[in-house]
């Protein structure tokens, strides 16, 4: 099953925050090549950011988000994706 991830910052980034971004593109990366995350699209100015995976549930993604080094500091809303037409 598909999923669309939302997130955004919770507060203004610290540079504490601005410092995981390495390791969360890495982490996202490593997720990409493992066919989990299929997509992922940035806004221009960077304040959001839509991503697309493959999970079995809602937990299964919620647990994939939450390895994620910035998760504490983001808001996210998950939305199941209907199949399209084959």
Do not use: C, N
Not at 9 to 29: N, R
Not at 43 to 54: M, V
């Amino acid at each position: 099953m598909k999923f669309l991830v939302e997130s955004s910052f919770k507060q203004v980034p610290t540079p504490e925050m601005l410092a995981l971004i390495p390791a969360e593109s890495a982490h996202g990366e490593m997720l990409d090549r493992q066919g989990v995350r299929l997509a992922l699209y940035l806004a221009a100015d960077q304040s959001r950011a839509w991503q697309i995976y493959q999970a079995d549930s809602l937990a299964a993604v919620e647990q994939i988000l939450a390895s994620f080094p910035l998760h504490p500091y983001l808001q996210m809303s998950i939305t199941p994706l209907a199949d399209g037409p084959s």
